[in-house]
């Protein structure tokens, strides 16, 4: 069995574009997992809301985070105004190429998301989530994703994974490479210059 998470798109899937100074990011989307992480992230995505906005926090052999308009980590909100709920599915979880919600604990989903990079896993993290089980999450099939692709499983029932890069990890992947300064913010800005939602071809 394999994971819906790594599958590829279906003709007529809905689809993110994350067109960067870089080059493009492509993204499945799981409203079937979060649909209301998924419905924030559409519906800024069309309204412009990330238009311009930078990936103000990159960590390399680890995540690169965007979606502030302040650009500072502290900032944005969600569609709604509020911060909204954690979605979590033990179907989604943090592989190498998930999209999912950046937070400041429980619950506090506002328009921040981020894109782990990781290209492995840790023995350790590994023998854990073995002894953890399905019943913890963590059925075969998902330690063997993470094994197969890397990822960062100690994020996972933190922040909610809605999306999966399945073109452009390449970008992903230099601009996980860029030169950083204080509060791991690039010193050359890493901008999205647009975020489109279109079917997949």
Known sequence: MTLNQTKAPEIGEEIAVIKTNHGDIKVRLF?????????NFKTHAQNGYYDGVTFHRVMKDFMIQGGDPDGTGRGGESIWGRSFEDEFNPEYHNLRGSLSMANSGPNTNGSQFFIVQKSDVDDGFIGQMKKAGKDGGFSDEVIEAYEKLGGTPWLDFKHAVFGQVFEG?????????????????PKEDVVMEKIEIVKYK
């Open 31 to 39: 409203p079937e997992a979060s649909p209301k992480a998924v419905e």
């Open 169 to 185: 990890m390449d970008v992903v992947d230099e601009i996980a490479n860029v030169k950083t300064g204080a509060n791991d913010k």
